[in-house]
């Protein structure tokens, strides 16, 4: 089978390694597509590092749809050739260390001892494999849309137009909010987010145009609950605290590599919470799962380009440049 394996900065070489054996209880997957995250661009542009759980020498990408090509026999009551899948990171190797290292940009995953809405969630038929092969980056930014305790009539405002930071503007939405406006630098970006029916801006005008939209609290700044930051500026943070208003809250969602300062004291008088969101739980997946199944919103609209295999090299690039792409997807179907 082919296999693109990681060697380090701006190194991948698709590779054809022996297809693995199906033991009496594990599942062989068929990738169908697989998602480029900004995980996988950053360790192919600057290299290795430990927090992205990516080895050099292994197989790597992690967001994929799947579907079961061979059972085990002892788990053929349980699991059928022919079902898609949603493969979880974490656990679908049963080793946690392999989550950057899942395979997604190898043409098939063994899946030993696999459980059902653990190691593998059954993929409904009304989600698109363009669609699902979403399912992880949109786990993670349900999870933060949750982690916000969004409560219906709130109001929140989302930086980073990205995979995640759309899809925790849409986790808001289905979580009951009716105003989210979506930040972001990049035109093509809020064009696509645009598209899903949110109200954009860029960083420069965000002041202005929270204020419009959201109308204003009695100290003059814009009358929004919460703040999700899918962009990992430091600046966001920053105008956080100066223009957030009492007691709303703030999501960190894209955390960098640097250490930050925090006023506590300013947190703290102005009764603001500070929040981190990381990963996601099964109840993550689960609403993903109905969100995209609804048709409410035009998720496909975020797949800015998709490449083969062999033009891996190729897509990574692409995905690097946010000014021309968002969702870069790789076809092994």
């Excluded at 349900?142 to 982690?147: D, E, K, N, Y």
């Excluded at 003059?220 to 430091?234: F, H, L, S, T, Y």
């Excluded at 969702?327 to 092994?332: A, D, E, K, S």
Aim: hydrophobic share 40%; aromatic share 8%.
């Amino acid at each position: 089978m082919k296999a693109a394996n990681y060697h380090g900065k701006q190194a991948i070489e698709i590779q054809q390694i022996p297809t693995p054996k199906v033991g009496p209880k594990e599942v062989l997957i068929r990738n169908l597509r697989s998602s480029i995250c900004g995980t996988d661009v950053a360790v192919y542009q600057h290299g290795p590092d430990g927090s992205h759980r990516i080895t050099v020498g292994q197989e790597f990408g992690h967001e994929t749809v799947s579907e079961i090509v061979a059972v085990g026999h002892e788990i053929q009551e349980q699991f059928h050739v022919g079902q898609r899948v949603y493969p979880y990171p974490r656990l679908a190797r049963n080793d946690p260390s392999r989550a950057g290292t899942l395979g997604a940009f190898s043409e098939y995953i063994l899946i030993p001892q696999p459980k059902w809405n653990q190691s593998l969630y059954a993929v409904p038929e009304a989600i698109s494999n363009e669609e699902a092969c979403m399912i992880e980056p949109f786990s993670v930014g349900t999870r933060a849309a949750r982690r916000a305790q969004p409560q219906a009539g709130q109001t929140a405002i989302v930086f980073g137009a990205g995979t995640i930071g759309l899809a925790a503007a849409i986790a808001l939405q289905y979580f009951g909010l009716k105003k989210v406006m979506v930040v972001d630098l990049s035109k093509k970006r809020l064009e696509i987010a645009r598209s899903l029916g949110f109200p954009v801006t860029t960083f420069q005008d965000m002041p202005k145009q929270a204020l419009a939209y959201f109308g204003q609290t009695s100290s003059q700044r814009a009358n929004v609950d919460i703040w999700i930051d899918a962009a990992g500026d430091e600046a966001v943070w920053t105008c956080f605290m100066q223009q957030g208003k009492i007691e709303s809250r703030f999501v960190e969602v894209a955390v960098g590599p640097r250490y930050r300062n925090v006023d506590f004291l300013a947190l703290s008088f102005a009764q603001k919470s500070l929040i981190g969101s990381g990963g996601y739980m099964p109840e993550d997946v689960e609403d993903v799962l109905a969100m995209m199944a609804s048709h409410r919103w035009p998720i496909k609209n975020l797949i800015s380009h998709t490449y083969r295999l062999d033009d891996l090299e190729q897509a990574l690039q692409m995905a690097s440049d946010p000014a021309s792409s968002l969702n870069v997807q790789i076809v092994l179907e």
